[in-house]
């Protein structure tokens, strides 16, 4: 393969990648589980409706302008010296990344 054509195959190689490494949507049975997770297990510091407790809220007008990779990542990892605790053992990024983007624009019943 010459070196012309080698450069176009390699980024086509590399956007495929990216495409398929876009976190997925959880099924819905899936989806129930973590509603309800997120409105027991959070919920028993944010408050059962969200609004706030020893945690902070988690509503749309409390996360607007917070970057969702941190929001992710404080999921996933917890925060050091906090009660918030990891859930990486529980949940898997995209789920995590799901939590989020539903919790921004105000969590399902």
């Given at each position: 393969?010459?070196?012309?054509a080698?450069?176009?195959?390699?980024?086509?190689?590399?956007?495929?990648?990216?495409?398929?490494?876009?976190?997925?949507?959880?099924?819905?049975?899936r989806?129930?589980?973590?509603?309800?997770?997120?409105?027991?297990?959070?919920?028993?510091?944010?408050?059962?409706?969200?609004?706030?407790?020893?945690?902070?809220?988690?509503?749309?007008?409390?996360?607007?302008?917070?970057?969702?990779?941190?929001?992710?990542?404080?999921?996933?990892?917890?925060?050091?010296?906090t009660?918030?605790?990891?859930?990486?053992?529980?949940?898997?990024?995209?789920?995590?990344?799901?939590?989020?983007?539903?919790?921004?624009?105000?969590?399902?019943?």
């Amino acid at each position: 393969m010459s070196s012309s054509a080698f450069l176009p195959a390699l980024l086509a190689i590399l956007l495929d990648g990216l495409a398929t490494a876009a976190w997925a949507e959880p099924p819905a049975a899936r989806q129930k589980e973590l509603i309800h997770l997120v409105r027991q297990d959070c919920g028993s510091c944010h408050g059962l409706t969200l609004q706030g407790g020893l945690g902070p809220a988690l509503l749309p007008a409390t996360l607007a302008g917070k970057p969702v990779e941190g929001l992710v990542a404080t999921i996933m990892g917890g925060r050091t010296g906090t009660p918030m605790p990891p859930w990486h053992r529980f949940l898997a990024e995209d789920e995590a990344q799901w939590i989020v983007d539903k919790l921004m624009a105000g969590f399902p019943e």
